[in-house]
């Protein structure tokens, strides 16, 4: 596969939103379930998506942060970025990171009990885009 920028696939990304994440449980099982980064976003690495903390993905990043995103698009864009996750419950990085459509998930904003951010920082991030392919390692 041939090599990347971090650019490159931050163009491809710009206007990608849902993806299914995968988590490891303890067993060694994985579980895949959509997610959304909120829309557009200018891709640096890392990924971003609320939830809750006592959600089994939360559970599961608890205990094996092994992660992986896998988007497709109608246009045969397929991504899957490998990289490992974080929660985060900062404040400030909630406001940040906040958009008002979330209400309807999160009906007290950045002070619903219990929410917090899945932090995806990407170790390898592959694309594949009809006959053009490559790939992206982070140092």
């Not at 920082?121 to 694309?127: A, D, L, P």
């Given at each position: 596969?041939?090599?990347?920028?971090?650019?490159?696939?931050?163009?491809?990304?710009?206007?990608?939103?849902?993806?299914?994440?995968?988590?490891?449980?303890?067993?060694?099982?994985?579980?895949?379930?959509?997610?959304?980064?909120?829309g557009k976003?200018?891709?640096?690495?890392?990924?971003?998506?609320?939830?809750?903390?006592?959600?089994?993905?939360?559970?599961?990043?608890?205990?094996?942060?092994?992660?992986?995103?896998?988007?497709?698009?109608?246009?045969?864009?397929?991504?899957?970025?490998?990289?490992?996750?974080?929660?985060?419950?900062?404040?400030?990085?909630?406001?940040?990171?906040?958009?008002?459509?979330?209400?309807?998930?999160?009906?007290?904003?950045?002070?619903?009990?219990?929410?917090?951010?899945?932090?995806?920082?990407?170790?390898?991030?592959?694309?594949?885009?009809?006959?053009?392919?490559?790939?992206?390692?982070?140092?």
């Amino acid at each position: 596969m041939k090599k990347a920028s971090l650019q490159t696939i931050a163009k491809k990304m710009k206007d990608l939103d849902f993806c299914m994440m995968t988590t490891v449980d303890g067993k060694g099982i994985t579980h895949s379930r959509p997610m959304s980064n909120n829309g557009k976003v200018e891709y640096d690495g890392d990924s971003w998506f609320f939830t809750y903390e006592d959600s089994n993905k939360v559970q599961q990043i608890k205990n094996d942060h092994r992660v992986s995103l896998i988007y497709q698009t109608d246009d045969m864009l397929f991504i899957d970025c490998y990289g490992t996750a974080t929660i985060v419950k900062d404040k400030e990085v909630l406001q940040e990171k906040w958009i008002d459509e979330l209400e309807q998930w999160f009906p007290e904003g950045i002070d619903t009990p219990g929410i917090c951010l899945v932090k995806v920082t990407s170790k390898r991030v592959s694309f594949w885009h009809k006959e053009e392919e490559g790939e992206y390692i982070s140092s």
